[in-house]
C-alpha cells in the first residue's frame, strides 16, 4: 500500500459554513492560492448549486489555482452535478464530489426512503457525474453510524459505477477511534474492487476526536484525509489540517508522508484566522500562540537547557519562529536570567538573587512581565544598591 496520504482541504466549503465566517471570492482566492503554496493535494472550493456566490467562487478559484485538484460539492441529483460542471469548467484537476446518506436514520428520517432506493440513487449520480469528469468522489454521509454491510455494499457499487474516492464521513462525530479504524479496515478487507479507489476520512469534531479518529482511518488503510485550517467547520469543526500534518511527520514510525510544506502552517493559520474573523485558542495545538510558550520554571530550565525536553515539534518547522519564555510568578531562575541575557544583561550569582526577589514581587501584580518591565527592574536594583 502505498505511504503517500493526500490532503483534501475543505476550508473553503465545510470550513466556512462557521456562522459569520463567510468569505468573498477575493478572499477565498487569496486562500485557494496559500493553500496551493502549503502543498494540499485537492481543495474543495464550495458547493455551487447553494448560490451565486459559491459557483463564482469555484469558477474564479479554478482559473487562480493550478496545482491542486479544484473539487466542487454536490447532492446525488442531475442539477447539483450540472451546477458542479459548469463551475469546474476553468479548472485543470477537477474532481464532483456527490453522495448520499448511508446510515439507516439519514435514510428513514432524512430521505424517508429504503435502503434500495438509496443504493441506486447513489450508483446513479456517480454515473451521471462520471460522463462529464473523470475523477468522482462519492460520499456516504454519516457513514460513521451506518451498518458496516450495507456501507460495504454501498462503497462497492459506486466504486464499480466509476468512482475513484469514496469518502467515509464520521459527519457527527460520534465514533471512538478503535471504532472509525475498524470500519476502514473492514471496508479495506472486503469490498473486492477497493484497490480501484482511495478510501478518504473526513472527520467531524462533536467530541473532540476529528484528528484522533482521521489518524486511525489512516492507519487502517485510508490514504486521503479531509480536513480544514486551524480546524474549523460545521458546529465544533473539522479535522484539523495542522495537527494531521505534523502527526504523520513527527510519527515517522506510521510509515506516510505527505505534501505539505510544514514551515507554511503558522501563516496559512493566521490568513485564515484574519480573513473569517475567527481567532484561533491560544492552546490550539501547532498553530496557537502559546504552542511554543513556557511559563513553568521547571518546563522553563528545561527547554533552555535542550528544546527537545518539552518540544516535540521544532516551532520553526511551522513557521512559528522560535520558542518563548513567558515571565510570570510560576517562573524561575533560569528563565529570568535568560531573559535579561536577551537584552543585554548578564548577571553574576548574587545579582541574579537579588534581581529574581524583586521580579516575583513585579510578577505578583501583573500576570506577564514583559522586556520593558525588565528593564524598569533592573533600574530599581542598580538604586537599591
Known amino acids: 500500500m502505498s505511504k503517500r496520504v493526500y490532503i483534501f482541504d475543505t476550508t473553503l466549503r465545510d470550513g466556512e459554513q462557521v456562522p459569520g465566517c ?74 464532483i464530489h456527490t453522495g448520499i ?34 475523477d468522482i468522489e462519492f460520499y456516504a454521509e454519516d457513514a460513521g453510524r451506518a451498518d458496516i454491510e450495507y456501507l460495504a455494499k454501498m462503497v462497492e457499487a459506486v466504486i464499480a459505477a466509476g468512482a475513484t474516492v469514496v469518502n467515509i464521513p464520521d459527519t457527527n462525530g460520534y465514533c471512538l477511534p478503535e471504532q472509525y479504524g475498524a470500519k476502514i479496515k473492514y471496508l479495506v478487507d472486503n ?3 477497493i484497490d480501484k479507489a482511495v478510501i478518504s476520512v473526513h472527520c467531524h469534531n462533536d467530541l473532540g476526536l476529528a484528528t484522533a479518529n482521521a ?23 473539522n479535522t484539523s489540517l495542522e495537527e494531521v500534518a505534523m502527526i504523520i511527520k513527527s510519527h515517522q514510525s506510521l510509515g506516510l508522508e505527505t505534501g ?10 493566521r490568513l485564515v484566522s484574519t480573513s473569517m474573523n475567527m481567532m484561533v485558542q491560544a492552546n490550539k495545538a501547532v498553530v ?14 528545561g527547554v533552555i537547557k535542550f528544546r527537545e525536553n518539552y518540544e516535540i515539534i521544532n516551532p520553526e518547522d511551522v513557521g512559528a519562529g ?16 535568560y531573559r535579561l541575557e536577551n537584552i543585554g544583561y548578564k548577571l553574576n550569582k548574587e545579582s541574579l538573587e537579588m534581581a529574581y526577589k524583586r521580579f516575583l514581587e513585579m510578577a505578583d501584580t501583573k ?15 542598580e538604586i537599591l544598591k
Do not use: W
Not at 459557483?55 to 496545482?67: R, T
Not at 505539505?260 to 493559520?269: A, E, G, H, M, R
Not at 522560535?322 to 536570567?337: C, E, F, N, Q
Open 288 to 301: 496557537g500562540k502559546n504552542a511554543f510558550a513556557h511559563s513553568s520554571g521547571i518546563h522553563q530550565d
Open 22 to 95: 463567510q468569505l468573498n471570492t477575493i478572499e477565498k482566492i487569496e486562500i485557494a492560492k496559500a493553500l496551493e503554496e502549503l502543498g494540499v493535494d485537492v481543495i474543495e472550493a464550495g458547493f455551487p448549486i447553494s448560490s451565486p456566490g459559491d459557483f463564482n467562487s469555484v469558477v474564479e478559484i479554478s482559473k487562480a489555482v493550478k496545482e491542486p485538484t479544484i473539487c466542487a460539492l454536490t447532492r446525488a441529483n442531475t442539477k447539483d452535478i450540472d451546477a458542479a460542471v459548469q463551475s469546474l469548467q476553468y479548472a485543470k484537476h477537477k474532481r
Open 191 to 193: 469490498v473486492k474492487n
Open 367 to 381: 500576570k506577564q512581565l514583559e522586556d520593558e518591565d525588565l528593564k524598569v527592574l533592573m533600574k530599581s536594583i
Open 322 to 337: 522560535s520558542s518563548t519564555i513567558v515571565l510570570t510568578a510560576r517562573s524561575g531562575r533560569a528563565a529570568l536570567s
Open 101 to 134: 446518506g448511508a446510515s439507516d436514520m439519514h435514510i428513514k428520517y432524512k430521505f424517508n426512503s429504503t435502503r434500495e432506493e438509496i443504493l441506486q440513487r447513489g450508483v446513479d449520480a456517480v454515473k451521471y457525474a462520471k460522463k462529464f469528469v473523470e
Open 260 to 269: 505539505i510544506n510544514t514551515k507554511q502552517l503558522v501563516p496559512i493559520s
Open 215 to 237: 489518524m486511525a482511518g489512516l492507519i487502517n488503510g485510508a490514504r486521503q484525509v479531509e480536513c480544514t485550517i486551524n480546524g474549523i467547520g460545521e458546529r465544533a469543526g
